[in-house]
């Protein structure tokens, strides 16, 4: 998903009250082109593998009342209808990828993200993180995503960003959230305004340049 022009612009998703989040939980995969034929399809494999062990997500009482939306392109007929059956509702991703000013606006009628990470990724403990989810954390809506080592550089603890292993762990996350969202709005704006700040970013990638 293009998610690069809002991610440089990310304060510009700070003006919405967190009161005002909208009830929806958005669920979020990268979306990948691969050059080589087998190997997309190896990958999209493993997506849909990670993407399919969270569909009864919507049964547990803690997110049964939640309106859970996934924002991908599922081709596999049989995991889709897994999703359609508990109660998810899809979005098309590129309908929000074309112009930054829709997908600003998707994220700030947001009540919240979650997302799983590719198995390679947790497997070796990468470090990945989305930047679609620094992109809801600027905006001040908490992030749910799976822990890829991540935590060992800045945090993922019990207030905005939340870090997950298990699907038990997502439905106690959206619990936790929703005893105090106000709380968790804004220590995941400060979260961004830590980390993902412009400023302090590009003055890090820059020293690292020697520029």
């Not at 019990?158 to 619990?175: P, T």
């Not at 400060?190 to 993902?196: D, L, M, N, T």
């Amino acid at each position: 998903m293009a998610a690069d022009a809002p991610a440089r612009r990310h304060r510009s998703v700070e003006d919405q009250s967190p009161s005002r989040a909208r009830g929806r939980f958005h669920f979020r995969r990268q979306l990948v082109h691969e050059r080589i034929e087998r190997h997309r399809m190896a990958r999209r494999k493993i997506s849909l593998e990670q993407i399919a062990r969270v569909h009864s997500l919507r049964r547990r009482a803690e997110t049964r009342r939640e309106t859970l939306e996934l924002a991908t392109d599922i081709k596999d007929d049989k995991t889709r209808e897994k999703f359609v059956r508990n109660g998810w509702r899809f979005r098309a991703p590129h309908d929000l990828s074309a112009d930054y000013r829709l997908y600003r606006d998707y994220i700030r009628r947001s009540k919240g993200e979650f997302t799983v990470a590719k198995d390679q990724y947790i497997r070796l403990n990468t470090g990945w993180f989305s930047d679609r989810s620094g992109c809801y954390l600027a905006a001040g809506r908490p992030v749910i995503i799976q822990d890829t080592g991540f935590t060992q550089h800045f945090g993922g603890g019990r207030h905005g960003l939340i870090a997950f292993q298990s699907l038990g762990e997502i439905a106690e996350a959206v619990k936790e959230i929703n005893a105090d969202y106000t709380r968790h709005s804004l220590a995941a704006r400060e979260i961004a305004r830590q980390f993902f700040e412009a400023e302090k970013v590009l003055r890090v990638l820059l020293e690292r340049a020697n520029i």
